[in-house]
């Protein structure tokens, strides 16, 4: 949980004309907290997502490749997803594959479709059987709620160790025509996303053709969840997933086109937010911070040396505290693997204040302007490596005694 | 600091004929405190070197290296080391580099030697100047007390956030002679050593030719030293140095020799133990944990996924809750990018009970089992991979709230 920290409160959440959403208690890990919610779509829906590249990927999150795989095949839309939290349905072999194969079937049953019409979604705990049972129990519960405007209860019934409920919406004009988009997403842990972020949803009501979704959730994966860390740990269970209900009339199905550059723009402000609120609430966190490295010979490269930075445990202990103890960032630089880097024309800045020149401490630098920047709850830090024309932003939290607290005593 | 975990004392250090041992309190840093060390070699002596793969590399390893090749040229042998504390000359640019060689200069003056023969160190702060006229003032005092059975002092000297010195000694017959081997090391945080630790030395009076030292100390290093992770942190100073003072008259100039076989075996062992107690000591440690991953298709693959392992703050925050969270593991598995790794056949034990058979939880796996293990301060991950006949073993530790504690308060 974010400590110290604002995290805004979800507000003014549009709902998407063409999706519902229904949530219920079904006390899969404990009792009287959400934990389970079925959002349903129209017939006319194309559906997209990117998933985890953890070789653990959860039954679920193989469950889901697969049917969006047969949509393909079969020409059947997707229909619904379920996804539940308190038990991440992950290491647990064919048990758990049959198990998300249950929750589909059940809830295809209960909504009139096929099994393979539904996407599940999990999280929580790994190692664990699911208690489908109580998935299954719950399931008429959350449809006798469906609604279009329970966005924010669906935000609220993804959290694990979240502290507030992740959404957002906005709107895009195209052709004349308000498009809506809402979306949805749960940190708070086991944070390095590698495709995708722990469960991210992202709802519009344009009519999305289905080549031009899949290339869109690429592109907003990379550009927003892929740009994230709290602690390094790529989950078992990542997933981000574009909704395009179809309901408007605006039609998007040319990536050359000005309704698509006006719907992508959106899509990736809209999923970068929702990324940025998951670092926000991140597990502990007391500062957000914004690591960018320019002037790289490649964008792989400067993700690695931003990514190096993020997960130093020792850079984000020194801004929980507070405190310039800047040399580990270049430390962190140092070993990032980048085996011709010259150090030696790197420069380093913490928001305005220059802190490193050429390599070395820049003359000018006072420890003061430095603990200046340090106090603020939002921070830049920005590496120039005088090699190249490339660049690349992550996004990150300090690392706090809350983090140890929540993360040792997580099951208890 | 290490936390509720006994890190041994060190006892019976043996002085190794041919090397003499001086120290100073210096104020480098902070008063009152060992930080100035001096180690001066008998003229017969050999020396090698494995250092830090960091691209900030401190500018000491920078003199290091180029004083060492310049001895394989000039064949004049390096005769004394100089290490200090409290600051790591490091991200110092030009005027690093001529600190570290003021530093040389200032000794070999003392000693009647050239600066070339002179080895600096240094560990502490990152990206601040280097205090040279303190280490000047203090070298005098080391040089007034040298002698042959200051180890223990020694290893004080060279302590940063360590709360114990680190040494140890042994004794090896080659050819029906004594000869005798004493080490110390230093911790206790940014330590994830690539070809090398922070600072470790190992001295030995068997007369060890330069070649064979030179491939010994590579061995010795990947061994013990590159085999241990607290943070994943690679320091910018790493530096491991073996030093044969040719005291005795034990020759070891053959690689397949006996002779070589016997002292290879005792410098790995002592190299071991020394980087075992970096660990031990490690940074709010109160956990021993030794992860060795079976059954790989190679030793890199094997290493990857046990410093995956090794390297996640949710596997280190539920070994410090005795928490058999053991999902987490897999979800480091997963995600240390072995690309074709089929986590279906893969097996789990913490210790001596099997946590998950075939990619899911063992049928037989008792939580009471796993919380027996994850009680002790010593405990074993094994994981089999079941694709060859490669293994890797490294040592790490938990991650405490001490360790936030230190790092968030380590300049103040």
Redesign the interface.
Known sequence: MAVNFPVPVPANLKPVPGIELGFAEAGIRKANRKDLLVMTLAPTATVAGVFT?????AAPVQVCKAHLEGMRISNAPIRALVINTGN?N???????LANANASCAALADLLGCGASQILPFSTG?????LPVDRIKAGLPKAIANLKADNWYHAAEAIMTTDTLPKAASRTVEINGKTITLTGISKGA??I?P?MATMLGFVAMDAKVAQPVLDHLVKVAADKSFNCITI??????NDSFILMATGASDVDVNDMDSPEYAALSEAVIALSQELAQLIIRDGEGATKFMTITVEEGASVEECRKIAYSIG????VK??F??S?P????I???????G??D?D??KLNLYLDDVW??R????HPDYQEADGQRVMKQSEITIRVKLARGDASATIWTCD???D???I??????
Not at 90 to 96: P, S
Not at 325 to 328: A, E, I, K, S, T
């Open positions: 590249l953890n070789r653990f990927c991440a992950a290491g647990t072999g064919e048990a758990g705990v790994i190692l664990e059987p842990g086991m390095k590698n602690d390094g740990d790529t989950s078992t997960h130093s445990p020792l202990t020194a929980f505290a405190d103890n800047l040399g580990r270049l430390a962190a630089i140092g070993y990032a980048i085996d880097l150090v030696s802190v490193a050429n390599g070395g401490r690392l706090s005694h983090y140890v607290s993360n040792a005593d997580y099951r208890s």
